[in-house]
C-alpha cells in the first residue's frame, strides 16, 4: 500500500511544538489520540513525559504552570482518560492555572468505529464532562479547525484570570492523510491580551483611600512569581505600615519573616483576625475567598474598614462551582491583576512617616527534641538545617503545617496547595514543578501527608524516568487526620465517645510500606525516620543527592496533629455568611 508523505496528527504535533512553544507533553498512551503519539514520536516533539495515571499527567502540568506561569500539554485519552483527569482539571482550575489538555474521541463516525471498544471509548459531546470547570473547550472537525482551536486554546489559557482549557481531536480525523503540511498558526497574531492598566480615577481612588488609613491591611492572594512583582508589594506595605496576611493555599507572594508579615495559614491565626477587624482599610490583592476571609474577623457582623478588592476574579464565575466564594464587602472594586495596580498606587502615594499597624512580632518557636518521636516542627527544622543556603522550593506542605516553619524568602520558595483541596494531587504537582525547576539549582522539594502520596505515589516514576531532580519528604501520621478531626467535632457535639474518633481513619493496620513503594519505581530512598535524633542527617543526605540530579524519598513518622488555627478551624460550626462559631 501506499504510503502518504504527511498526515493530519503531524500538523497536530508541529503546531503544538513550533506554533504554540509547548516544552513538554504528559500522557497515559491511548489508541484514541494513537495518531497524535506516532507523530509526536517521528517529528521529534515535543517531548513525551509518560504518566502511570491520566491524573498525573493532568497534575504535571498543572506544577509546571505554577513555576513557569505558562501552559504545557497533557493529553488524555477518550473519555475515559477524560474522567480519571477530571479531579486534576478542577485543581488548575481552582488554582487559575494555564493548562492546555489535548483529548481524543472517535472515530466520530460510527462507520469508522471498531467493535465494543470504540462505542464505549466515544461521548457525544466529552467536552460535557469537564465544561463546568475550564474555561473554553472544542471539538474541531477539520485539520484547519484542530490547528485554529489550538491556537485559541493557548490564548484562552494564558489569558488572565488563567486556567484549563480541552480540544477533544476525533480519531479519525488525526490518521487522516494530507497532501501537504498546512501553515501552522502565527501564535504572534494569537497572543493572550496584556494586562489591563486601571483607569487613573480608580487608582486615585485606592490612594485616596490609602493616604487617610491609619489602620491599613494588605491581603495578598494570587499574585505572579515575578521579583519585581514581589518587591512592589514589600515597598507597598513598608510605605503604608501595613499589616500583610499571606495564605498557605497560595504561593509565596510576600516575605513571611517580614515584620509586617504574620504567620501564613490555611485559615487565619488569632493575630490575623485582629488586625483585620482593628483595620480602618483592607486592601485585597486577589484573596481567595475574600467574604470568607472577612468573616472569619468580623463574623456576622458588616466589615467596619474600607475594602478595596484588586481581581479579576468575576470573569471566572460559574454555577456549577462555588469556588468563587462568597459575596464580599467591597467599596473599591477594581477589576485587574494586582500586578498592573500595585507599583502604580506605590507611585502615586504620597511619602510620609507611617507608624507600622499591628507588626507582627515573632515568637521563637519551641526548641524541638533531640530525639523521640518527631512532630511538624522538628521535621522544619531539620529540613531547614539539610537545605542550609541552598535555594529551595517547597511545592507542597501538609495541612499540619505551620506558616511560620520555614521562612519564604522570595516568589518561588513556595507553591502553595492543589486549588481543589481533594487528595492524591502532591506528587504529580511536585514532578511538575520540578520540571520547570530542572536546571536553576534550586532544590525542589514536596513535604506530603501519606494520605496524598498512597493516592498519587506512581507520579514519581515519571520523575525518575525522565531525571527531573526531586525530594520527596511523607510526613506519615497513618491516618487520614482530616478528618480525625471533623470526627472528633461530632462526637463532642453529639456526647459520644472522643477515642472512637480514629475508627474508619487509621492507615495502619498493617502499616503500608512506604519507601517500598517508592524504591519499587527507582527513587533513592531513605527511612523509614521515626526517632527525631536520625533526622537530620537523613535529610542532610538527601539533599545532598537531590542537588545532585536524584529523585530521593524520605519517609518521617511525624504525630498526628495540626497547628493551633487550622485545628480551631475545623473545630467550628460555619454560622450566616460563612462566619465561623466555636
Known sequence: ??????????AIALALRDALGVDYVALNPGASFRGLHDSLVHLGGPPML???????????????????????????HSNVGLMHGAMAIYNAWCDRAPVVIVGATGPVDAARRRPWIDWIHTAADQAALVRPFTKWDDQPASLRAALDALARADAVARTEPCGPVYVCLDAALQEAPIDAMPALPQMRRHRAPARAVPAAAEIARIV???DAAQRPVILVGRVSRDRAAWDARVALAERLGARVVTDLKLAAGFPTAHPLHGVPGYFLDDEAKRAIRDADAIVSLDAVDLAGILAQ?????????????????????????????????????????????????????EPRPRTPFAAAHAVPLPAAPLHGPIRLP??????????GNRPYTLTRVPLGWGGDLIPFADPLAYLGYDGGAGVGSGPGMAVGAALALRGTGRVPVAVLGDG????GCTALWTAVANAIPLLVVVADNRAYYNDVVHQERIARERGRPLENRWTGQRIDDPPVDLVAMA?????HTFGPVADAADLPGVLAQAVEATAAGAVCFVAVAVEAEYDAAMTAALSRDAGANG????
Not at 496524598?452 to 493516592?455: A, N, S
Request: glycine share 8%; charged share 15%.
Open 452 to 455: 496524598d502520596f498512597l493516592m
Open 378 to 387: 522538628g521535621l522544619a527544622r531539620a529540613l531547614a538545617g539539610a537545605l
Open 519 to 523: 524504591r519499587a519505581q527507582g527513587a
Open 208 to 210: 485616596e483611600v490609602l
Open 50 to 76: 509518560v504518566c502511570l495515571h491520566e491524573e498525573h499527567a493532568v497534575a504535571i502540568a498543572h506544577g509546571y504552570a505554577k513555576v513557569a506561569e505558562r501552559p504545557m500539554a497533557a493529553i488524555l
Open 1 to 10: 500500500m501506499s504510503v502518504a508523505a504527511h498526515w493530519a496528527s503531524d
Open 297 to 349: 474577623a468580623y463574623g456576622d457582623r458588616i466589615p467596619a474598614a474600607t475594602v478595596v478588592s484588586i481581581s479579576l476574579d468575576r470573569y471566572a464565575l460559574r454555577g456549577w462551582t462555588m469556588d468563587a466564594g462568597g459575596l464580599a464587602t467591597i467599596d473599591v472594586d477594581v477589576a485587574a491583576h494586582p500586578d498592573a495596580v500595585v507599583p502604580l498606587v506605590l507611585a502615586a502615594l
Open 579 to 582: 462566619a465561623l462559631r466555636g
